[in-house]
Nanobody
Framework: QVQPVESGGGLVQPGDSLKLSCAASGGTFRRYAMAWFRQAPGKDHEFVAAIIWSGGRAYYADSVKGRFTISRDNVKNTVHLQMDSLKPEDTAVYYC?????????????????WGQGTQVTVSS
């Protein structure tokens, strides 16, 4: 498996929580970081969160800081995105990304492998 696989999206109300999961490649794959991006209808991909595999340092977009938490499971080669206090503007397709190269974690072009996306809809 090379392409990450996301799961956990759904329809929730503002203020609710949702947890996304992403299963990535294991084995001999030399991972540097994994990240979550999102794309709202008619808009470009937006950086959400990233985690450096070695050490687990996390980074967040200002728009989600304090509400979202990214985490990793080194054994299972998975990442999670715990989303709390969801807002309507969080509505988007969320994509999991994986890369072996170091660089700017917030830049979409740094990631080599992308999942198919999972829909998150926040609406009352």
């Amino acid at each position: 498996q090379v392409q990450p696989v996301e799961s956990g999206g759904g329809l929730v109300q503002p203020g609710d929580s949702l947890k996304l999961s992403c299963a990535a490649s294991g084995g001999t794959f030399r991972r540097y970081a994994m990240a979550w991006f999102r794309q709202a209808p008619g808009k470009d991909h937006e950086f959400v969160a990233a985690i450096i595999w070695s050490g687990g340092r996390a980074y967040y977009a200002d728009s989600v800081k304090g509400r979202f938490t990214i985490s990793r499971d080194n054994v299972k080669n998975t990442v999670h995105l715990q989303m709390d206090s969801l807002k309507p503007e969080d509505t988007a397709v969320y994509y999991c990304a994986d890369t072996a190269r170091s660089g700017s974690y917030y830049y979409r072009g740094m990631y080599d492998y992308w999942g198919q996306g999972t829909q998150v809809t926040v609406s009352s």
